[in-house]
């Protein structure tokens, strides 16, 4: 069964902090994603990676950066965290790149900025 | 741009009631299509999907979801719900790049 691990559950962070999610899938998918998910708004993709190395930007990016060295982790960093920033992140992870495979979803991380 | 619609935020009901949640799309290509649940605490599971084929789709603990192509609509029923089907509902779809498009979700609440 697919695993995709969020570092952390929940994180406090204060404002201008730098802040990094961690998230590791062990199942070689390609391709990985983060989202956002806040009340009446539903998910909304921030950034995507199909490959080592290589982002692409969601529907959301403003304040958000990625970085993929390796294929099992995807880390999002906040370079600046805001007020506005507070939310729940969720990871997730798909074989493949077609959008015939479902996603995979790690546990989310619940991040408050003071 | 595709889009994802949810037509209610919350539903209440009981338990041995029906559930209907209503889900449309807009996107002019080959979609697909898929409804995803979150229990209280959990992460997000995969309910059923649709990607091509007999319509009427088929998913676990009971649900079951139906593509009208005409209307754009890929609603969620469940002949008689459970206590443990409280959760939050997502209608959702991919495009031909493997984007994922979230609706708003549905919070449901069955009561006993």
């Known amino acids: 069964d697919v695993k995709v691990t969020q570092s952390s559950r929940y994180l406090v962070k204060r404002t201008g902090e730098k802040v990094f999610l961690e998230c590791v899938q062990d199942?070689?998918?390609?391709?990985m994603f983060w989202y956002r998910q806040d009340p009446g708004l539903g998910l909304r993709l921030i950034y995507f990676?199909?490959?080592?190395?290589?982002?692409e930007k969601g529907d959301i990016p403003e304040g958000y950066s990625v970085s993929r060295e390796k294929k099992e982790r995807f880390s999002l960093i906040l370079e600046s965290a805001s007020t506005n920033q507070t939310s729940m992140y969720l990871c997730?992870?798909?074989?493949?790149?077609?959008?015939?495979?479902?996603?995979?979803f790690g546990d989310g991380t619940r991040l408050s900025i003071l | 741009a595709q889009s994802v619609s949810q037509h209610n935020h919350h539903v209440i009901l009981s338990e041995a009631a029906s559930l209907e949640l209503g889900c449309n799309y807009s996107y002019g290509g080959t979609v697909n299509l898929f409804w995803y649940v979150q229990y209280p605490g959990q992460h997000l599971q995969l309910l059923l999907k649709?990607?091509?084929?007999?319509?009427l789709v088929k998913g676990i603990k009971g649900f079951e979801a139906e593509f009208i192509k005409s209307k754009f609509s890929f609603n969620l029923r469940k002949p008689s719900v459970q206590w443990s089907d409280t959760a939050e509902y997502f209608c959702?779809?991919?495009?031909?790049?493997?984007?994922?498009?979230f609706g708003a979700g549905t919070q449901v609440v069955v009561t006993p």
């Open positions: 649709y990607f091509s084929g007999d319509p």
């Open positions: 997730a992870s798909t074989a493949d790149r077609d959008g015939n495979q479902p996603q995979h």
């Open positions: 199942m070689d998918h390609e391709n």
């Open positions: 959702s779809l991919t495009d031909s790049w493997g984007k994922l498009q």
């Open positions: 990676s199909y490959d080592v190395k290589m982002k």
